[in-house]
């Protein structure tokens, strides 16, 4: 079982930026692809953006697109989310996971695997 740790969030007006880190242990996270998902109040949790265990290849909501940017640092075990010109609309816990599949190119149908860690509070102010 992995354990997972969301750390970064905070408060921040529109248009700011945070990064968003993501330690994980418990497993060979490097042969796992990674994904961010958040859950703003009242609403599903829903996946963000994911990246391959290689870090090669990356997927986007197109909500984030060209604002966002995942990435990992495997000798870290590590996945990050940079997250630029924030909107109010990106208010959420930001969580992340491990794909169910090991050696999986992810896609906007990225499947958790792990149970969820606490996530990360992000709010953005208008």
């Known amino acids: 079982q992995v354990q997972l740790v969301e750390s970064g969030g905070g408060l921040v007006q529109a248009g700011g930026s945070l990064r968003l880190s993501c330690a994980a242990s418990?497993?060979?996270?490097?042969?796992?692809?990674m994904g961010w998902f958040r859950q703003a109040p009242g609403k599903e949790r829903e996946f963000v953006a994911a990246i391959s265990r290689s870090g090669g290849s990356t997927v986007y909501i197109d909500a984030v697109k060209g604002r966002f940017t995942i990435s990992r640092d495997n000798a870290k075990n590590t996945v990050y989310l940079q997250m630029n010109s924030l909107k109010p609309e990106d208010t959420a816990v930001y969580f992340c996971?491990?794909?169910?599949?090991?050696?999986?190119?992810?896609?906007?149908?990225?499947?958790?695997?792990?149970?969820w860690g606490q996530g990360t509070q992000v709010t953005v102010s208008s």
């Open positions: 418990g497993r060979t996270f490097s042969i796992y692809a």
């Open positions: 996971n491990a794909d169910s599949v090991p050696l999986r190119t992810p896609t906007l149908e990225f499947r958790p695997g792990e149970p």
